[in-house]
């Protein structure tokens, strides 16, 4: 039976946006066509195959009666690398890569612990991106400081490891304006369920360097494994384009579990960290059906004594989808994190991206979970 194929090089197939693609395509294309098939992708990485059969669609959009047997008749395939196996056929429509892309929003940085309690800093983030092609892209993010009290910053504890972390006031308050991140990044899919990326630049706001990563994730499987390697070097403390002398190796493997307990998500992690401590750190989230993270972490490293106040690293962070905020599709998180002391053991590299995080649509919990709400407006 004639089908139709299309291809979305931005990977965001929510249930609500299947719905209106199906609806939109049932209205444009001829009766012959009998089935739909959607080709998911994240920066140019094949993740899977849904496939909408048109009548069973069209049933349940004209009567709840049918809902369920529509549901019986979605199934979904992995994808594996798209260039390889291109859409058949005849193409209707081809897009071009939105080449460059911006967003200005407000930003936090705050630390707390320490005689000097609660320090913050308010800040305007531009965040902008030019794609160069379907892997790789250039992304930066600058910070025009808007209000602190980065005046109370005056203590900073005795530490006998690097200063890794704990030179954070100076950061906060080392310029008005200041280039968190510049960095350039590609990826690929080299075999059916490998995906790799490399990057390199200004990766933080006190780190810049050069790496990679490669994750192995199975299709709908709840487990998956990865491991990354970075070269760093310390930034100065205006965050523009000079370093300190400070340089290292860190990065760690990594396993995902999808846990099936509460949507619980546990991430453990066993590596080489920014001072040279070596250890583990477990991270344990949970993701709601709006898309909001909640999630805490625990890091224990050979440091011992030398770590200081607080004995061990740990934390809470919340991380918020973007789309709440804006009207345009947006796979981009706003994260914050609370620490209650920011200390320099087991402190880890701030990457701006994580291949599960590019990779999220190969866990198929979340699209029966959402398949239920395709029928709504």
């Known amino acids: 039976m004639p089908s139709l194929e299309a291809t979305s090089p931005k990977g965001y197939p929510s249930a609500g946006r299947i719905g209106c693609l199906s609806g939109l395509h049932d209205w444009k294309l001829s009766a012959d066509v009998d089935t739909f098939r959607y080709r998911w992708q994240s920066r140019g990485l094949g993740l899977r195959e849904d496939i909408q059969p048109r009548r069973a669609f069209l049933a349940a959009s004209r009567s709840a009666a049918h809902d369920a047997i529509y549901r019986h008749s979605l199934y979904a395939t992995a994808l594996t690398r798209p260039d390889a196996t291109p859409p058949r056929g005849e193409v209707l429509h081809e897009s071009s890569l939105r080449d460059f892309s911006w ?7 705050q630390n707390l612990g320490g005689p000097d309690g609660y320090l913050y800093q308010l800040y305007a983030r531009l965040d902008a991106e030019y794609r160069t092609d379907t892997n790789g ?19 900073i504890a005795d530490s006998e490891l690097p200063r890794v972390r704990t030179h954070i006031g100076d950061y906060l308050a080392g310029s008005r304006v200041g280039i968190h991140t510049l960095q350039y990044t590609r990826t690929t899919h080299f075999a059916r369920n490998w995906y790799a990326m490399g990057y390199g630049g200004l990766l933080e706001m006190m780190y810049a360097g050069a790496g990679g990563e490669v994750l192995y994730r199975p299709f709908n499987s709840p487990l998956a494994l990865g491991a990354d390697l970075n070269w760093v070097r310390q930034r ?9 002398d400070y340089s290292t190796w860190t990065g760690h493997a990594t396993a995902y579990l999808q846990t099936g307990v509460g949507d619980v998500l546990a991430k453990l992690s066993v590596g080489r960290y920014l001072a040279g401590d070596l250890g583990t750190t477990l991270d344990l989230s949970r993701r709601f059906a ?47 994190a609370w620490q209650p002391l920011t200390r320099d053991g087991g402190a880890r590299l701030a990457r701006r991206y994580s291949l599960y995080g590019l990779t999220q649509e190969r866990d198929m919990g979340s699209y029966w979970e959402d398949a239920r709400t395709i029928m709504e407006p």
């Open 103 to 109: 967003a200005l929003s407000p930003g936090l940085n």
């Open 137 to 155: 892209w250039l992304s930066g993010e600058i910070g025009v400081n808007l209000a602190d009290n980065l005046d109370n910053y005056t203590y």
């Open 236 to 244: 100065d403390f205006d965050q523009r384009f000079d370093l300190r």
């Open 290 to 336: 709006n898309g909001v993270n909640v999630g805490a972490w625990v890091t224990l490293t050979d440091a011992g004594n030398a770590y200081g106040e607080g004995d061990f690293d740990k934390g809470v962070y919340i991380s918020i989808p973007l789309d709440a905020f804006f009207v345009e599709s947006s796979r981009g998180y706003s994260t914050i």
